[in-house]
């Protein structure tokens, strides 16, 4: 370590410019803190080492939830995609899904010129090394140059970087993500000071050049014409949109894969870290699926001014020679040239159990981590809580307390709940099916359920505010009118929409809310039948309709969080020796000592702890408050 300098002090400190990064600095700052956001690489702000796509099944509701709190990526990604999908839209509300492909190099530079350009943020070059950690409290870091910054909290989000290596065939060499440096010190930094660290992989696949791909012999995939965007401010479309074309492996391709098993790093042993389940390489895929004879392969731009093509589908980490022989095993492909290879990349991330659900370290006070280093995988995941992070820092340095998103509000409230209360021993994937409640929590409606919170800690303007109440308001007020107007069975233009639609025609009057829960009218039809008294976006119209077609199965989910809310608000004070509880498993004292949880709920959520421990742990905090009633007394 060079000779130490004041660098300068600030409220809040953020480690890493990736995704996470980014939603920290950019929330602290905006909540009025003087922010100082450090990254190994300035040309390297919100990269997407990986494919420049946002959202999908659950990750495209988290990006609406950032927005809807007053995060970045949404608006981000409105301003830079090059195409745009809604997906499952054959399927129910809860699982509507949007997904962009993004220009790789216009999202970074639309983030880098936002980050640039926000008062109370200050964008700099610089590695890390040491934290400065004084009586269990982080008051700020120290730079390989020897700078020494300190501030109130410190948020690290360093990715993949942590003692990076990257693997192809034989080769391996310490780099962070497409050869940049990686973290080395830091990572030791933090085993010094007593955290549990964990080795994980994830990887990408070669890229090709697009005039060497014959895409007469692919499926095209075109963006929706529909305009669609993820950001609830975004008024304009992009309206010229690029295709993406899809291939697929064969049992040539899968050939040449199994006779190079023996070459590849996860199969050799030269890959210790563990990988993610829900996208695995091809050689993984063919391995784990051998009944399959073929895998699905879409080629997706990078950009509009560039010729590279992203391979999705084909992650690999063989070497150079079998990767091009797999992309010329393929139709369309025959001919193709590589123009960068696929890679594997190990990482160390810190076990997420060691965290609270703040983000804050339960090690470390004034110390939070967000994103790959907490065991997940995704650019979204990563946005999510490096947006909880920067905001709970944020606070942290103000004297507040933190804000916690519960399971019934937001995916990412299932996110952290998830990473802090039962960890993960694989990079973790937010899906549709981790969260119990997500026909509360859909695409739709992420305004709804955050924007009073997003209001309230200072990241949506007054503006946007203002606007979203009126929605609120005209969703409510044409629910209402819909419930309270009557349609007789004697109206002929009636009965002509309703004979329209193949519904059986009316019998009986009824309201129009009941009308509209029929399968197969939609709100256009009631709409004609009886007009709304004033214009109604397309955004309230799509509301009211989901809002009433499925009233019944949204009552029930809210009763059923309303059962558990009641457990949840059984608090569990943090001095509790689980110990000393007798009738509880052995494994259940351990893990409950571990993980500390806050209240019942978190407690029953632990991988471990069983309904028989919960009751023993409820009949004790009984007692434990009667007694400490008494000493009051």
């Known amino acids: 370590m060079s000779t130490t300098y004041e660098g300068g002090n600030f409220d809040v400190i953020v480690i890493g410019a990736g995704h996470a990064g980014c939603e920290s600095a950019l929330a602290a700052a905006r909540m009025g803190c003087d922010t100082l956001l450090l990254t190994i690489n300035l040309d390297a702000v919100a990269y997407m080492p990986c ?19 007053g995060g970045e990526m949404g608006r981000n990604t409105d301003k830079t995609y090059i195409q745009m999908r809604m997906l499952n839209t054959g399927k129910g509300p809860a699982v509507h899904a949007l997904r962009a492909q993004a220009d790789k190099f216009a999202y970074q530079h639309e983030m ?22 004084e009586d269990g409290v982080c008051k700020g870091v120290i730079t390989q140059t020897g700078a020494r910054y300190t501030a109130k909290s410190v948020v690290v989000t360093t990715g993949t970087y942590l003692r990076g290596k990257i693997i192809i065939g034989d080769l391996q060499y310490e780099s962070g993500p497409n050869n940049m440096r990686p973290s080395i010190r830091l990572a030791q930094h933090l085993k010094e000071l007593g955290f549990d660290l964990v080795r994980f992989k994830t990887g990408t696949p070669p890229r ?73 390489s091809i050689e993984d895929k063919v391995v784990r699926f051998n009944d ?62 060691q965290l609270w659900p703040s983000l804050e370290t339960k090690l470390v006070e004034g110390l939070f981590t967000a994103g790959q280093i907490n065991g997940t995988s995704g650019y979204e995941e990563a946005a999510g809580q490096g947006l909880m992070a920067g905001i709970n820092a944020a606070r942290k340095a103000q004297g507040k307390d933190p804000i916690v998103l519960g399971r019934e509000e937001a995916y990412i409230g299932v996110l952290i709940d998830d990473l802090v209360t039962k960890g993960t021993n694989e990079p973790y994937r937010l899906l549709t099916s981790r969260a119990e409640y997500r026909l509360l929590l859909r695409h739709d409606n992420a305004d ?3 924007t009073d919170i997003g209001h309230e800690i200072g990241l949506i303007s007054e503006d946007r505010y203002q606007r979203f109440t009126k929605k609120r308001e005209q ?6 009118r819909l419930h309270n107007t ?54 309230v119209r799509e509301q009211v309709e989901i809002q009433v077609k ?34 509880m498993s052995k494994e259940a004292r351990e893990k409950l000592s571990k993980i500390r949880p806050l209240n019942i709920g978190q407690a029953s959520r632990i991988s471990g702890v069983n309904p028989a421990d919960i009751s023993v742990l409820m009949v004790y905090l009984e007692q434990y408050h009667r007694v400490l009633a008494r000493t009051s007394e």
């Not at 090709?208 to 965007?229: F, L, W």
């Not at 519904?503 to 709409?527: F, G, M, N």
Request: aromatic share 6%.
């Open 112 to 133: 880098k010129k936002t980050i640039e350009n926000t008062p109370n943020l200050i964008l700099r070059q610089a590695m890390v090394d040491e934290l400065i950690v």
């Open 51 to 69: 494919n420049p796509s946002v959202g999908g099944p659950a990750k495209g509701h988290v990006v609406r939830e950032i927005d809807a709190l």
């Open 486 to 539: 009557r349609v007789r069975p004697d109206n002929e233009d009636v009965q002509s929409v309703i004979r329209e639609t193949g519904s059986p025609e009316l019998t009986e009057v009824i309201d129009l809310a009941q009308l509209l829960r029929r399968p197969e009218l939609t709100y256009d039809h009631i709409h004609r039948i009886s007009p709304a008294p004033e214009e109604l976006s397309a955004e």
């Open 208 to 280: 090709v050049h697009k005039s060497t791909i014959d895409t007469s012999k692919m499926e095209i995939q075109p963006g929706d014409e529909e305009p669609r965007a993820f950001s609830y401010e975004t008024t304009e479309a992009i309206k010229d949109q690029l295709p993406c074309w899809l291939t697929y492996t064969n049992p040539e391709t899968h050939e040449l894969i199994e006779e190079n098993l023996h070459r590849a790093p996860m199969y050799s042993g030269q890959i210790e870290g563990t990988g993610p389940r829900y996208c695995p």
């Open 292 to 353: 399959k004879p073929r895998h699905q392969i879409f080629l997706e731009p990078e950009g509009r001014h560039t010729e590279e093509m992203y391979v999705q589908g084909l992650s690999t980490s063989l070497p150079e020679d079998v990767q091009l022989g797999m992309l010329r095993s393929m139709a369309g492909m025959e001919n193709v040239k590589m123009m960068r290879p696929g890679y594997a990349i190990e990482y160390d991330a810190i076990v997420p159990t």
């Open 550 to 583: 499925y009233d019944g199965y949204i009552r029930k989910s809210l009763q059923q969080v309303e059962k558990v809310k009641k457990v949840e608000e059984k608090r569990i004070p943090p001095t509790i020796d689980y110990h000393a509880i007798s009738g």
């Open 448 to 450: 709804l359920r955050l």
């Open 475 to 480: 969703v409510e007020a044409e629910k209402e």
